[in-house]
T-cell receptor, first 110, second 115 residues
């Protein structure tokens, strides 16, 4: 069964550093998403992406965040200058109608 | 604005007993409703969805959910719980009428099934 994959599974970075989280969505899906889940809290929508552009974003998704689909398979989330409060689990999802989620990348900012 | 409420942080049930995990929602238009399950250190797994049609929807692992428009609820149910059902369950909603892509998740309900 096709699935969304994410790399790395765990990323540790220092405050102020740039990180890129990578996702490979399900191949025939056209809609892509990033969510985050701070430890013990709810899953929060960050951004949706369709037709090579952002279709919707939340107030969390500020200028420090960007997304890109650099080729036909990858979908990335970049955080330019990480802050301690960016520490969270980041989930990628893709969809036709139902969103299917990847296993997540645990980002730890020290 | 869209919102989802899961009023119980935790639900405890004995194996073999029926379980219910509650969810209520608020959207301005027609809801597109989902349940997801999260096992420890894992991603979110899709269980079931409701768009239109029969109010009782069946999903994976024997779970079902009942859409109640008048009560704006979408409770998750299973007739006979298994220990392996112990996990964190999230209700989620999209507003079909706004055409937006954003899915709003509830805070989650932790289900403990005791042997």
């Amino acid at each position: 069964e096709p699935e969304v994959t994410q790399t790395p599974s765990h990323q540790v970075t220092q405050m102020g550093q740039e990180v890129i989280l990578r996702c490979v969505p399900i191949s025939n899906h056209l809609y892509f998403y990033w969510y985050r889940q701070i430890l013990g809290q709810k899953v929060e929508f960050l951004v949706s992406f369709y037709n090579n552009e952002i279709s919707e974003k939340s107030e969390i998704f500020d200028d420090q965040f960007s997304v890109e689909r650099p080729d036909g398979s990858n979908f990335t989330l970049k955080i330019r200058s990480t802050k301690l409060e960016d520490s969270a689990m980041y989930f990628c999802a893709s969809s036709e109608r139902v969103q299917y989620f990847g296993p997540g990348t645990r980002l730890t900012v020290t | 604005a869209q919102s989802v409420a899961q009023p119980e942080d935790q639900v405890n049930v004995a194996e073999g007993n029926p379980l219910t995990v509650k969810c209520t929602y608020s959207v301005s238009g027609n809801p597109y409703l989902f349940w997801y399950v999260q096992y420890p250190n894992r991603g979110l797994q899709f269980l079931l969805k409701y768009i239109t049609g029969d109010n009782l929807v069946k999903g994976s692992y024997g779970f079902e959910a009942e859409f109640n428009k008048s009560q704006t609820s979408f409770h998750l149910k299973k007739p006979s719980a298994l220990v392996s059902d112990s996990a964190l369950y999230f209700c989620a909603v999209r507003d079909l009428n706004t055409g937006g892509f954003k899915t709003i998740f509830g805070a989650g309900t932790r289900l403990f099934v005791k042997a």
